[in-house]
C-alpha cells in the first residue's frame, strides 16, 4: 500500500499527519509502529489522522496514535498541525473549525500570524474522570516512586497528566521518575508526567515524559495540565509562557468553569510517501 503522509512538528514534537478524507486508512498496529519508528519507519511521536466528521456540528474526526500505536484521547501540539494540515491540503478553507477527539470536541483557530489557537476544553481534577485511583480529592497527592515520595497534583485535558514542581527542570529526574509514573497503578490508563519549574508569576519551564512516546521536546496538553495546576495552586497567573525544550507556548485560562487556550507554532517539514 502506497500511503502519502505529511512530517510535521510543533516545538519539535513532530507527527505523521495522515489524510483519511481523501484516502481509505485502516491502518494495523504494526504498521503505525512501521510509521512512528525513527529507524525503519518516517519517525515521530505520535500519528496523527484526519477523517471525516459524521457529525453535523463539527468539521473534522481527529485521531491520535502515540509512536507504539496506541491511540490515545488528546494532544495539543498536533491539534495545531491538524488545522496546519487541513489549511495547506485544501480541505477546508475555514480559518476556525471544530473536530471530534476521542475525548469531546475542541475548537481551533488559525491566526493571521500563522500560529494557531486551540481551545483545550476545560480541566478535569476529579479523579475518577482522570482516571486516577487516590482515596481523597487533595489538590497534592504523594505517591511512592521507587525510593522516593513525590508529591504531585493529577489533572486531565483530555488525557492524564501528573505534574510535578521541580527545582531545576535540567536536572529533573525525568528519564527515571517518567517511566515510574506512566506506568503506575494509580493510572490505570497510564500518565503523561511532567515536571514544572515556576520561574515567575508567568513563566515556567517543562519537561514532560509521554505515555507511549517517552520525553518528547514539547507537549502541548502538557503544558495547560501545568498552567492549570500552577493556577489551581496558587502558584502563577494567567497568562503564562510556557518554555520547553522545543520552543515556547502561550496559555491562558480563567478558573474553574473555564475553557483552556493554547496558542502557538505549527510546521510542515515535508511531505512524502511509504510503502506500507
Avoid at 515536571?195 to 505515555?211: A, D, G, K, N, P
Avoid at 521536546?217 to 520547553?244: E, K
Wanted: proline fraction near 4%; glycine fraction near 12%.
Amino acid at each position: 500500500m502506497q500511503l502519502k503522509f505529511s512530517k510535521m512538528h510543533g516545538l519539535g514534537n513532530d507527527f505523521v499527519v495522515l489524510d483519511g478524507v481523501r484516502q481509505s486508512l485502516d491502518l494495523s498496529l504494526a504498521q503505525l509502529r512501521l510509521l512512528g519508528d525513527r529507524h525503519f519507519g518516517v519517525g515521530c511521536d505520535q500519528i496523527l489522522l484526519v477523517e471525516k466528521s459524521t457529525r453535523p456540528d463539527v468539521d473534522f474526526r481527529y485521531r491520535i496514535f502515540n509512536a507504539d500505536g496506541d491511540e490515545v484521547e488528546q494532544c495539543g501540539n498536533g491539534a495545531r498541525c491538524f488545522v496546519r494540515f487541513v489549511h495547506d491540503q485544501g480541505l477546508t478553507d475555514k480559518r476556525e473549525i471544530r473536530v471530534a477527539t476521542m475525548s469531546g470536541v475542541i475548537g481551533l483557530r488559525l491566526e493571521a500570524d500563522g500560529k494557531v489557537t486551540v481551545d483545550m476544553g476545560m480541566p478535569e481534577f476529579n479523579p475518577q474522570k482522570i482516571p486516577f485511583l487516590s482515596p481523597n480529592t487533595d489538590l497534592l497527592q504523594t505517591l511512592r516512586i521507587g525510593d522516593n515520595d513525590i508529591v504531585l497534583t493529577a489533572v486531565s485535558m483530555g488525557n492524564p497528566h501528573a505534574v510535578q514542581v521541580v527545582t531545576d527542570v535540567d536536572a529533573a529526574p525525568v528519564a527515571v521518575q517518567g517511566p515510574l509514573l506512566e506506568a503506575h497503578p494509580s493510572f490505570p490508563q497510564r500518565v503523561n508526567a511532567g515536571f514544572m519549574q515556576v520561574l515567575s508569576r508567568h513563566t515556567i519551564r517543562l519537561r514532560v515524559f509521554e505515555r507511549g512516546a517517552g520525553e518528547t521536546l514539547a507537549c502541548g496538553t502538557g503544558a495547560c495540565a501545568a498552567v492549570v495546576v500552577g493556577i489551581a495552586r496558587g502558584l502563577l497567573d494567567s497568562p503564562v509562557r510556557v518554555t520547553t525544550r522545543g520552543g515556547e507556548l502561550n496559555i491562558t485560562w480563567g478558573g474553574k468553569g473555564t475553557a483552556v487556550l493554547m496558542t502557538g507554532p505549527a510546521v510542515t517539514v515535508f511531505t512524502g510517501e511509504i510503502e506500507l
